[in-house]
């Protein structure tokens, strides 16, 4: 007892005489007990980490806060995932991977600093650009234990339900709404309807992984839940690559638990599903997504007004771009362009990289997923390795009107990635080991 009160005397001593240092203190110790419980439990905290990502707190934050807050919220986000895949490298080792597409950003980065950026884009602006590129493929860097790879596959497939749940919490108190209007009603969850879809896709991904390991009724539910959040989202070419790829799947894919027997009755159930929607599509028009089915499908983003501006830049700098960062640089965002349509990105992902690291770039990028997809599936099962290069085929599709590669969904999306990846033959154990 003497013990514990001199200890507190002398803790108030150094408070009351040295209080910055005292404070100062305090915060390291409290870092370094955060770090090491990470350290100890590094899977429930990546756990937690996806589930945010996924929620797309960025944009609830920015309407908050203020528009301030939103580049901050991304930045923190992508450091968290930095932090946590070096700490899953310091418990259970790195990996060597020269295929993973972060080297190809690396390099283009480097190439882009020494040939020259664009005008406005400064070093510091484009190495942030580069650390922020690489972020959604440091777990690819790991060497993720089964029990991890589990955990994230049967996690992410709550990441859009949890945004939507988030959203409807705001919305019943009256501080957000839940849906937004934007050529009709779009489900917006806690971020925004296009950020939402494409964290849908990896949930509707790692649904379908779940449902060709388990077969059960659990794992289709979400594959429905996230599809129907999909479709109130608005957004035409995630929902369509969505519901393509598990036909595709369902057709092309095969798994020892889930024989074409089994398989068919949902495909015949997706072909009566299909008509239906488009019969009564012409009474919903409200919703985004019908609506667009009775109406003009033109550039509803603007790509009309996007696309012209980068390609012009792209033709200035043809063979090694504008660096890693110029896609954020090239529609300043007071420019009237930006002004009107919200946005300043290429919505082409094809185009950014051409802008930002040329012909070579984009070159470099194209094979190097290519490559690192094909080397990194083939020892999966045979299952996990069908439905994973279908969802690159998905993703190599999408990029042509979305920014997909390095938004907060897209950390989800390669995280769930890495995890199949890591993924060995069979169902792992989901339960964290020493």
């Given at each position: 007892m003497a013990l514990h009160l001199l200890f507190i005397a002398a803790t108030l001593s150094i408070a009351a005489v040295a209080p910055a240092v005292f404070w100062g203190g305090l915060v390291v110790a409290m870092?370094?007990?955060?770090?090491?419980?990470?350290?100890?439990?590094?899977?429930?905290?990546c756990t937690a980490w996806v589930l945010i990502a996924g929620m797309s707190?960025?944009?609830?934050?920015?309407?908050?806060?203020?528009?301030?807050?939103?580049?901050?919220?991304?930045?923190?986000i992508k450091a968290l995932q930095i932090g946590l895949a070096l700490i899953c490298a310091l418990r259970w080792g790195a990996r060597i991977d020269p295929l993973n597409p972060a080297f190809c950003f690396i390099v283009m980065g480097a190439v882009g600093l020494v040939h020259g950026?664009?005008?406005?884009?400064?070093?510091?602006?484009?190495?942030?650009?580069?650390?922020?590129?690489?972020?959604?493929?440091?777990?690819?860097?790991?060497?993720?234990?089964?029990?991890?790879?589990?955990?994230?596959?049967?996690?992410?497939?709550?990441?859009?339900?949890?945004?939507?749940?988030?959203?409807?919490?705001?919305?019943?108190?009256?501080?957000?709404?839940?849906?937004?209007?934007?050529?009709?009603?779009?489900?917006?969850?806690?971020?925004?309807?296009?950020?939402?879809?494409?964290?849908c896709l990896p949930a509707v991904y790692a649904s379908l992984l779940c449902h060709y390991r388990d077969g059960g009724l659990g794992s289709l539910a979400l594959i429905v839940a996230n599809m129907t959040i999909l479709l109130l989202t608005g957004a035409r070419a995630p929902f369509l690559y969505g519901a393509l790829l598990i036909a595709l799947a369902l057709l092309c894919v095969t798994a020892p638990g889930?024989?074409?027997?089994?398989?068919?009755?949902?495909?015949?159930?997706?072909?009566?599903?299909?008509?239906?929607?488009?019969?009564?599509?012409?009474?919903?028009?409200?919703l985004r997504l019908f609506g667009l089915l009775n109406a003009d499908l033109g550039h509803l983003s603007g790509r009309d007004m996007l696309?012209?501006?980068?390609?012009?830049?792209?033709?200035?700098?043809?063979?090694?771009?504008?660096?890693?960062?110029?896609?954020?640089?090239?529609?300043?965002?007071?420019d009237p362009v930006a002004r009107v349509l919200h946005t300043w990105a290429a919505h082409n992902e094809y185009l950014r990289i051409e802008v930002e690291g040329g012909q070579v770039g984009r070159g470099l990028l194209l094979v190097g997923f290519a490559a690192w997809v094909w080397r990194r599936s083939r020892p999966l099962a045979a299952s996990d390795r069908g439905i994973v290069r279908l969802i690159f085929i998905a993703l190599s599709a999408q990029c042509i009107t979305d920014n997909?590669?390095?938004?907060?969904?897209?950390?989800?999306?390669?995280?769930?990635?890495?995890?199949?990846?890591?993924?060995?033959?069979?169902?792992?154990?989901?339960?964290?080991?020493?």
């Open positions: 870092l370094a007990s955060v770090i090491f419980l990470v350290i100890c439990h590094p899977t429930i905290f707190l960025e944009m609830a934050l920015a309407d908050f806060v203020g528009p301030e807050a939103f580049q901050p919220a991304i930045a923190g950026l664009a005008p406005g884009l400064t070093p510091a602006d484009s190495l942030r650009s580069i650390v922020g590129s690489v972020a959604p493929f440091v777990f690819g860097l790991v060497r993720l234990p089964p029990f991890w790879a589990a955990r994230m596959i049967r996690v992410i497939p709550w990441c859009a339900v949890a945004a939507v749940l988030g959203g409807a919490l705001l919305a019943a108190a009256h501080l957000r709404p839940l849906f937004i209007q934007s050529g009709g009603w779009r489900l917006a969850g806690l971020g925004h309807p296009a950020f939402l879809a494409n964290v889930l024989p074409f027997r089994r398989r068919l009755p949902l495909l015949l159930i997706a072909a009566l599903i299909a008509p239906i929607l488009v019969f009564v599509s012409g009474s919903l028009t409200e696309w012209p501006v980068f390609e012009a830049a792209a033709r200035d700098s043809p063979w090694f771009g504008w660096g890693v960062g110029a896609g954020n640089a090239i529609i300043p965002p007071g997909v590669l390095i938004s907060t969904p897209a950390c989800v999306l390669f995280t769930l990635i890495a995890a199949i990846f890591a993924s060995p033959p069979g169902l792992p154990d989901s339960r964290e080991t020493a």
